[in-house]
């Protein structure tokens, strides 16, 4: 049992990925055959139940997929619930301060070492086929932290020092807004801010991602830095190409 994600940035590999909003395991499953590294289940955002992430990861993980669970918020029981249905990659938003993220870790892995609940009957152990589940648990689990304020790019190195923070996440639309450019994350200021954290990163040996909504700010991000980056989301993409089919659809009945 290892954790994917973590083994594909041990290879050096230049991640591309995606976000599921949709909340449906047959669209989540439909985005991982399309061929993309990652795909970002986003609790935080969308109308995910927990019975939902089960079914999304599970539609994920079979297309040879690598699902990344954003977390709603930094709750523990939350945490535990996550952890025990399967999510092995969490992202945790709006960590602000190295003391957060100690805490988020502590979370995710079993005493003595943490204060993760305990419970062998999970989908997380495959229903105890694999018997050992909780002594290898804490060494499967990766933290990915989202930064998304200036307080929390002051304080990047410190947060990124804390064992156990595998990895670190610019969100630019919450950037955006921290920065008094709110629905702009293309800002000069908020691109300039973006391009510093992943710089940051790399001098700190951490791999740092991000997710834009153009695809063809992919390759940019790469070549500032950036290690895994995703590119807007199902909902995105879905809504993108109705809008271009109904609009050649007016056009051609004379109705633009």
Not at 28 to 38: K, L, Q
Not at 51 to 58: E, G, I, K, M, N
Not at 187 to 210: I, M, N, Q, W, Y
Request: with cysteine; charged share 20%; hydrophobic share 45%.
């Amino acid at each position: 049992m290892n954790n994917p994600f973590t083994t594909a940035l041990a290879e050096d590999r230049k991640l591309i990925g995606s976000w599921c909003m949709s909340a449906s395991p047959n669209v989540s499953e439909a985005m991982g055959w399309i061929g993309f590294d990652f795909l970002t289940v986003d609790v935080e955002h969308a109308p995910f139940t927990l019975a939902d992430v089960s079914d999304c990861l599970r539609a994920i993980q079979l297309t040879g997929t690598i699902p990344i669970l954003r977390l709603p918020d930094q709750d523990a029981t939350t945490i535990k619930r996550i952890l025990d249905a399967g999510a092995q990659t969490l992202m945790v938003p709006m960590v602000e301060t190295p003391e957060e993220a100690a805490r988020i870790v502590s979370l995710t892995r079993y005493p003595p070492q943490g204060r993760r609940g305990y419970a062998l009957m999970t989908r997380a152990s495959r229903y105890t086929a694999i018997g050992d589940y909780a002594r290898i648990a804490d060494d499967t689990v990766a933290i990915i932290a989202q930064i998304e304020t200036p307080n929390a790019l002051a304080r990047l190195e410190d947060i990124a020092a804390v064992p156990g923070i595998d990895a670190l996440f610019i969100g630019p639309g919450d950037l955006s807004a921290a920065m008094d450019h709110r629905g702009d994350p293309g800002h000069e200021d908020v691109r300039a801010a973006v391009f510093d954290f992943a710089r940051r990163c790399s001098a700190l040996g951490k791999p740092a991602g991000t997710v834009f909504g153009a695809p063809t700010m992919v390759a940019e991000c790469f070549e500032k830095g950036f290690r895994f980056v995703a590119c807007a989301s199902d909902l995105a993409f879905m809504i993108g190409e109705a809008r271009r089919a109904l609009g050649q659809i007016h056009k051609s009945l004379g109705r633009v």
